[in-house]
Nanobody, 114 residues
Framework: VQLQASGGGLVQPGGSLRLSCAASGNIFSINTMGWYRQAPGKQRELVAT???????SYAGSVKGRFTISRDNAKNTVYLQMNSLKPEDTSVYFC?????????WGQGTQVTVSS
């Protein structure tokens, strides 16, 4: 099983993007889902999580700017990213939280640049 993120792109500082990640129903409905990112030369970091009850948590660097949500009917988790900064430039991935090694997909590139 791989979880494929989509919706990345090039955006100017201060802009917005919404990422999506579709998962199979049997892993989506019972697990906490997470968005992660990895910038060149850096370790992958956890950005946000949402549990089966839609309780959320965020890394300090994105709190107040990013919003994680889930649509249980579509087995999809979203990451709404507002007020983007150049330091948000990364490849973004979705996975369970804690992550499962065999669920990593290729991620989606987000580049914030003028």
């Amino acid at each position: 099983v791989q979880l494929q993120a989509s919706g990345g792109g090039l955006v100017q500082p201060g802009g917005s993007l919404r990422l999506s990640c579709a998962a199979s129903g049997n892993i989506f409905s019972i697990n906490t889902m997470g968005w992660y990112r990895q910038a060149p030369g850096k370790q992958r970091e956890l950005v946000a999580t949402i549990d089966r009850y839609s309780s959320t948590s965020y890394a300090g660097s994105v709190k107040g700017r990013f919003t994680i949500s889930r649509d249980n009917a579509k087995n999809t988790v979203y990451l709404q990213m507002n007020s983007l900064k150049p330091e948000d430039t990364s490849v973004y991935f979705c996975n369970l939280s804690p992550p499962r090694m065999n669920y990593w997909g290729q991620g989606t590139q987000v580049t914030v640049s003028s």
